[in-house]
């Protein structure tokens, strides 16, 4: 199954230096990079025979992080996807709301720490997502 | 067979035979008759000849016969020429018995002891005056069960009379306390003496009742509230006579009293410190009387019909009347509410809007029908405008509070990232300059961000500081 890592931040700088982070240690796995949730679920239901591993951002243009999982709330049967939210907030609200999302799988807290990724991409890799 | 009293025969114009009294001479040795009157054969029942037949024990009682003897027994002990008095009673011949009062007097005679007795039927008397026993014995109960006493004194003498209940009330047992003028100021609160050094005279009109309250000092010391109610008596030529009053212990009455005001005082000032507005509707006149404390503690009460219009509920805020007049009486139309809240704006004569808080309750009738609401309506307007400052203190709070989690977090988390980075692959991937240029714009970017919150700081604090001064 084709499997695809997807950042979705309007921060270009982290987006780089996520990216690079990713690709040294899994190289091989497609990374693609969004500035904002609209195009990102664009693609994604574009691609629904894909599966995808979204490190998502909660405050960005057109589409915030909020609205992107909604968006795809009631779409769940019909993707292979798996997000964690990477964000600036340490507000403890922001975390008890993502907790409501059946779609979000972590909240991770920037800048993207490597142990907690390579738990992640270990994870994905060994069940051959 | 009965010896012959000739020596007794008296003229027919004697005054015995005229007497309205019953009258007899007997003698003493053998208790017979020896003359009766007209009256005593109309009285006793027994005609004359019966009489001189019998002895004075046929006129007694069975159980009074030790009293007769006893009497006979001391018979030479009286003076003579003295008529002794003595209650006694007697036995007509039908066996009624009445009560008599006796005067005798014994009659020099050589031979015999002969006695001339004079018997009055105190029948009457004796029920008038068990009648005035018991009237008094009332009278005293009463007095008692009303602690009130009486007291009178004639005006050209030093002492008073008390009564029983005077006594008691001042503390003291009628033997154990003299109440001359001096030792009535005495038992006078030393405050309230001045009610008895004045002239008295001065404060009382013949006939007329006069009122005091005043304290009194009892014989254990304590000090009790007394009522008195006194009047000038005249004589018969018109002259001043005597004084005479009633006292009346008020101390209970006096306490709760107090307590009454006390209470009232508190409520009074627990109205003014809430700035609260008490109000009662009476549905079956449909009138409200509503009441408040104004500022120099005194109470303000307004009775009126309960309209739209009157003079209260023609303060309500325009936008609000309907809506308070249609929700109170959906409120009363159910039977089973008792206890209501309304909120709505009140639109001062000075043009000023204030928030107020209505709370009141329903007593109704045994349909369930409202007969009376009491209420109390509470200004609100400090408390509402202090909750607003406090929303508006949270929106700020709220507002920075994202700042620094986003806004400032994000350029922060990138020098995080970039240092992260060049600290693990050196300038394989980005060159130090370049990271360094980065950096700086991080940096750049959350010293804008702290200008924007003390920006916002500051505006916060313009706004509270004009909301106080307003």
Same mark, same amino acid.
């Given at each position: 199954m084709?499997k695809e890592i997807l950042?979705?931040d309007?921060?270009?700088?982290? $987006?780089f230096?996520?990216?690079t982070?990713?690709e040294?240690k899994f190289p091989?796995i497609?990374i693609k990079?969004f500035?904002n949730?609209s195009?990102?679920m664009?693609?994604i239901?574009k $691609?629904?025979?894909k $599966?995808?591993?979204?490190?998502l951002d909660l405050n960005?243009?057109?589409?915030s992080?909020w609205?992107f999982?909604k968006?795809?709330e009631?779409k769940?049967?019909?993707l292979n996807?798996?997000?964690?939210?990477l964000?600036?907030s340490?507000?403890?609200?922001d975390q008890?709301h993502?907790?409501?999302?059946?779609?979000?799988s972590?909240?991770?807290v920037k800048?993207?720490?490597?142990t907690?990724l390579?738990?992640?991409l270990?994870k994905?890799?060994? $069940?051959?997502? | 067979?009965f010896p012959?009293?000739?020596?007794?025969?008296?003229p027919?114009d004697?005054?015995f035979n005229f007497?309205?009294?019953?009258m007899?001479?007997?003698d003493?040795?053998?208790?017979?008759f020896?003359?009766v009157?007209h009256?005593a054969v109309?009285q006793?029942?027994? =005609?004359e000849?019966?009489?001189?037949?019998?002895t004075?024990?046929d006129? %007694?009682?069975?159980?009074?016969?030790?009293?007769?003897?006893?009497?006979?027994?001391n018979?030479?002990?009286r003076?003579?020429?003295?008529?002794k008095?003595r209650l006694? %009673? !007697?036995?007509?011949?039908?066996?009624t018995?009445?009560?008599?009062?006796?005067? =005798?007097?014994?009659?020099?005679?050589k /031979?015999?002891?002969?006695?001339l007795v004079?018997a009055?039927?105190?029948?009457?008397?004796k029920?008038?005056?068990?009648l005035?026993?018991?009237?008094?014995?009332r009278?005293n109960?009463?007095?008692r069960?009303?602690?009130l006493?009486?007291?009178?004194?004639?005006l050209n003498s030093?002492l008073s009379?008390?009564?029983?209940e005077?006594f008691?009330?001042?503390?003291? +047992?009628?033997?154990?306390f003299?109440?001359?003028l001096?030792?009535?100021?005495?038992?006078?609160?030393?405050?309230?003496?001045?009610?008895?050094t004045?002239d008295l005279l001065d404060?009382?009109?013949p006939g007329k009742?006069? =009122?005091f309250?005043?304290?009194i000092l009892?014989a254990?010391g304590?000090i009790r509230?007394v009522?008195?109610?006194i009047q000038?008596?005249?004589?018969?030529?018109?002259g001043?006579s005597?004084? +005479?009053?009633?006292?009346m212990d008020?101390?209970? %009455?006096?306490?709760?009293?107090?307590?009454l005001?006390?209470?009232?005082?508190r409520f009074?000032l627990?109205?003014?410190a809430s700035n609260?507005?008490?109000?009662?509707l009476? !549905?079956?006149n449909?009138?409200i009387l !509503?009441?408040k404390?104004?500022c120099?503690?005194?109470?303000?009460?307004?009775?009126e019909?309960f309209?739209?219009?009157?003079?209260?509920?023609g303060?309500i805020?325009p936008?609000?009347i309907?809506?308070?007049? /249609?929700?109170?009486?959906q409120?009363?139309e159910n039977?089973e509410m008792s206890h209501g809240k309304? +909120?709505y704006?009140?639109r001062l004569e000075?043009?000023?809007?204030r928030y107020v808080t209505?709370?009141?309750?329903v007593q109704?009738?045994a349909?369930?029908?409202?007969i009376r609401t009491?209420?109390?309506?509470?200004d609100?307007t400090?408390?509402?405008?202090?909750?607003?400052?406090i929303?508006a203190h949270?929106?700020?709070?709220?507002?920075i509070?994202?700042?620094?989690s986003?806004?400032i977090?994000?350029?922060l988390t990138r020098i995080m990232a970039?240092t992260?980075?060049?600290?693990?692959?050196g300038e394989?991937?980005? =060159?130090f /300059? %370049?990271?360094?240029?980065?950096?700086d714009?991080?940096?750049a970017?959350?010293?804008?961000?702290l200008h924007?919150?003390?920006?916002i700081?500051n505006t916060?604090?313009?706004?509270?500081?004009?909301?106080?001064?307003s």
């Amino acid at each position: 199954m084709n499997k695809e890592i997807l950042l979705v931040d309007d921060d270009a700088v982290t $987006n780089f230096v996520n990216q690079t982070i990713m690709e040294s240690k899994f190289p091989g796995i497609p990374i693609k990079l969004f500035y904002n949730g609209s195009v990102a679920m664009q693609y994604i239901l574009k $691609n629904t025979d894909k $599966n995808f591993l979204v490190f998502l951002d909660l405050n960005m243009p057109v589409m915030s992080g909020w609205e992107f999982l909604k968006a795809l709330e009631g779409k769940k049967a019909e993707l292979n996807i798996e997000i964690h939210i990477l964000t600036s907030s340490i507000d403890p609200g922001d975390q008890e709301h993502a907790a409501k999302f059946p779609l979000v799988s972590s909240f991770l807290v920037k800048p993207l720490d490597e142990t907690i990724l390579e738990g992640i991409l270990h994870k994905i890799v060994k $069940n051959k997502m | 067979m009965f010896p012959q009293q000739t020596n007794f025969e008296l003229p027919e114009d004697c005054i015995f035979n005229f007497s309205p009294h019953p009258m007899w001479i007997y003698d003493a040795d053998t208790l017979r008759f020896l003359k009766v009157n007209h009256e005593a054969v109309r009285q006793y029942g027994y =005609s004359e000849k019966e009489f001189l037949s019998i002895t004075l024990e046929d006129i %007694r009682p069975k159980e009074d016969i030790h009293v007769l003897s006893n009497a006979i027994k001391n018979i030479h002990q009286r003076d003579e020429g003295y008529f002794k008095k003595r209650l006694v %009673r !007697h036995k007509k011949k039908d066996g009624t018995v009445f009560p008599v009062h006796l005067k =005798s007097n014994l009659i020099p005679d050589k /031979d015999k002891t002969l006695e001339l007795v004079i018997a009055m039927d105190i029948t009457e008397l004796k029920e008038s005056e068990d009648l005035l026993i018991l009237s008094n014995n009332r009278l005293n109960r009463a007095q008692r069960i009303a602690k009130l006493g009486y007291w009178r004194r004639n005006l050209n003498s030093d002492l008073s009379e008390w009564s029983d209940e005077t006594f008691r009330i001042y503390g003291y +047992e009628p033997h154990s306390f003299t109440p001359t003028l001096k030792n009535v100021i005495n038992v006078f609160h030393p405050e309230d003496r001045h009610l008895l050094t004045d002239d008295l005279l001065d404060h009382l009109e013949p006939g007329k009742l006069k =009122s005091f309250e005043h304290r009194i000092l009892t014989a254990n010391g304590s000090i009790r509230w007394v009522q008195q109610e006194i009047q000038l008596i005249l004589n018969d030529i018109g002259g001043t006579s005597h004084i +005479e009053g009633t006292i009346m212990d008020i101390t209970e %009455r006096k306490e709760y009293e107090q307590k009454l005001k006390e209470s009232n005082e508190r409520f009074s000032l627990a109205m003014l410190a809430s700035n609260q507005k008490i109000w009662d509707l009476d !549905h079956g006149n449909n009138t409200i009387l !509503h009441s408040k404390i104004i500022c120099d503690g005194q109470e303000q009460i307004v009775k009126e019909p309960f309209t739209k219009d009157s003079s209260w509920l023609g303060k309500i805020h325009p936008d609000d009347i309907d809506r308070v007049w /249609d929700s109170f009486f959906q409120q009363l139309e159910n039977r089973e509410m008792s206890h209501g809240k309304l +909120e709505y704006r009140l639109r001062l004569e000075n043009g000023t809007i204030r928030y107020v808080t209505d709370t009141y309750y329903v007593q109704r009738g045994a349909q369930g029908e409202p007969i009376r609401t009491i209420g109390s309506m509470t200004d609100v307007t400090v408390t509402r405008k202090q909750l607003e400052k406090i929303k508006a203190h949270n929106t700020v709070l709220q507002d920075i509070a994202w700042l620094q989690s986003h806004a400032i977090r994000s350029p922060l988390t990138r020098i995080m990232a970039l240092t992260n980075l060049y600290r693990s692959k050196g300038e394989e991937i980005m =060159s130090f /300059d %370049r990271t360094i240029q980065l950096i700086d714009k991080a940096v750049a970017e959350i010293d804008d961000q702290l200008h924007q919150i003390i920006k916002i700081t500051n505006t916060d604090n313009n706004n509270e500081q004009g909301n106080i001064a307003s």
